[in-house]
């Protein structure tokens, strides 16, 4: 007998299996149902993947496919912001890791793009991008990066850019400038450490410490869960995604912090639903599912057909982790 899905009014189990799309299917019965799957080196020959992987330039990357705003960020810069969107489709929906010859390729672009800091620079052209570092530093551990030294270098970076609370912020917000203005600077910006943390930012660095079966266990990640659950469904203090609608606005693979994003980063800390914050949010995410067993939530990001059932997929296992 096919479990249920504890917490939830209707199991998706049987939509997810019949949705027809092979990593769906694969996914539901490995992490809901348990079952004893074949290798994930299958999903890597589906034509999705192969599509994607024929585009790859040869320094590793992707090449952008809309229009370049140099007043924002260069070509190349842009380049790399693609390269972490493709990254995350193969890593979330597929499973690529690092025996795959092109992940290889993508992961020293990547670390071509890392200072001696120990950030990954240029999306945010020469400022600190303490969204974006995180969240490909999620990705590379993902994919068997773990205790690469270079991995060791970022999380040291990350925990130097702390806030005096606990929490990390975009620094240049704390600057004064407006975000062209901080674009054209010609220095990073250093943060202003005793202005208050932003979730949007936290919630995406606590994705990397969640990723890392090292980082996820330290007294600093811990710390600033508790500051992420302290802000659920609240404003950021920051311009960036400001508004407390963001946090019902998803997306999958992850991107921006929202709702689902941090009960799952917080499920990896482990966290527990006897914290009431953690427990509301899974009763929003319930109460948003309608009776086919699908939930009605604003999705933000990609074109994907399916990304309702991926949605639902991510959702399933918050329920499972969580009990």
Known sequence: MKPKID????????????CNNPSIEYFTRRDLL??????????????????????????GSWKYPGK????????QDYNQLETFRILGELVYKYGLNKTHKQIQKTAEYFFSCQTSEGDFRGIYNNQYATTYSPAIMEL????????DQRIKKS???????????????IPSRTSGLNLKEALRAEEPISPNRSKPFSHLVTGMVLRAF??????????EAKKAGELLISRFFQTDKYPDRRDKK????????????????????????????DDHQIQEGLDFLRDKQGSEGLFDLKVVRGGDKDVKYWICLAICRLFKIYG
């Open 155 to 169: 999380f040291k970076w990350l925990l130097s850019m702390r806030q005096e609370d606990g929490g990390w912020i």
């Open 210 to 219: 969640a990723a890392h079966p090292e980082y996820r266990e330290s007294e």
């Open 246 to 273: 963001y946090w019902e606005r998803v997306s999958y693979p992850f991107w921006f912090t929202d709702i689902i994003s941090a009960l799952d980063s917080l499920s990896l800390l482990r966290f527990k639903t």
């Open 140 to 147: 590379l551990i993902k994919t068997g990066y773990t205790n």
């Open 7 to 18: 917490g939830l009014d209707t199991d998706p189990t049987e939509l997810l299996l019949s």
């Open 68 to 75: 370049v705003r140099e007043e924002i960020r260069s070509a």
């Open 34 to 59: 348990e079952e004893k799957v074949v290798g994930i080196e299958t999903l890597w020959e589906l034509k999705p993947v192969l599509r994607i992987l024929k585009k790859q330039q040869e320094d």
